[in-house]
């Protein structure tokens, strides 16, 4: 395992070779920071590195979680991290990350923190699993099949912010709004939800 230190690069993006540099930048900066891109190498390359899901794993000790994933040459990619917000939902597949992160021993107190607050607010079981699209949203990209593969190749990640927008919609006409931009944005190759949506 390598043993040189954290690189920094512009734009609050870090490097590590280990998973053990990762949680060191987590030790020192999960209660200071906003924000971090963290370098990861692709499934299939031989470059030094994290992969994706140790990088989230190791996140989820200190309460952090993952969100916009970008490719950043032919052998990495960033993946966007925060602190999880108070408000922020867990997904089937965290909870079952944190429930073995606690058997082995690796949960932080940060981390269980943010585990104990979602099961105080009712978020730690509100969100879907982002690989069973609810029946109302399944009709509505079905309609075109366009939408249809374009939603079934979003990353899991961006299907689980597009299942729980919708999940916690609180009317059912909005819940219905949210169903139909849903489908539209599919149809054009966007995810719902995002950045990229907002502004449109």
Same mark, same amino acid.
């Given at each position: 395992m390598s043993t040189s230190p954290v690189r920094m690069v512009p734009m609050d993006t870090v490097i590590t070779d280990s998973a053990t540099q990762w949680r060191d930048w987590l030790a %020192? $900066?999960? *209660?200071?920071? *906003?924000?971090?891109w963290l370098v990861l190498r692709h499934k299939d390359s031989d470059a030094p590195g994290l992969g994706y899901p140790e990088a989230i794993e190791h996140a989820l000790c200190y309460g952090w979680i993952d969100s916009v994933h970008v490719r950043r040459d032919e052998h990495t990619s960033r993946l966007r991290f925060t602190p999880r917000r108070a408000r922020s939902t867990w997904s089937r597949v965290n909870r079952d990350r944190a429930a073995r992160l606690i058997d082995l021993g690796l949960m932080t107190e940060h981390g269980q923190a943010a585990i104990d607050l979602a099961k105080q607010r009712g978020t730690w079981q509100i969100v879907p699993d982002e690989n069973t699209v609810p029946p109302d949203l399944a009709r509505s990209l079905d309609r075109n099949p366009v939408a %249809?593969? $374009? /939603?079934?190749? /979003?990353?899991?990640?961006? %299907? %689980?912010?597009?299942? *729980?927008?919708?999940a916690t919609a609180k009317r059912p006409e909005t819940r219905r709004r949210r169903i139909d931009r849903t489908a539209t944005l599919a149809a054009a190759n966007v995810r719902a939800n995002h950045p990229a949506a907002r502004r449109s």
């Open positions: %020192r $900066n999960a *209660t200071t920071a *906003t924000e971090v %249809r593969a $374009n /939603f079934d190749r /979003f990353p899991p990640s961006s %299907r %689980r912010l597009i299942l *729980t927008w919708i």
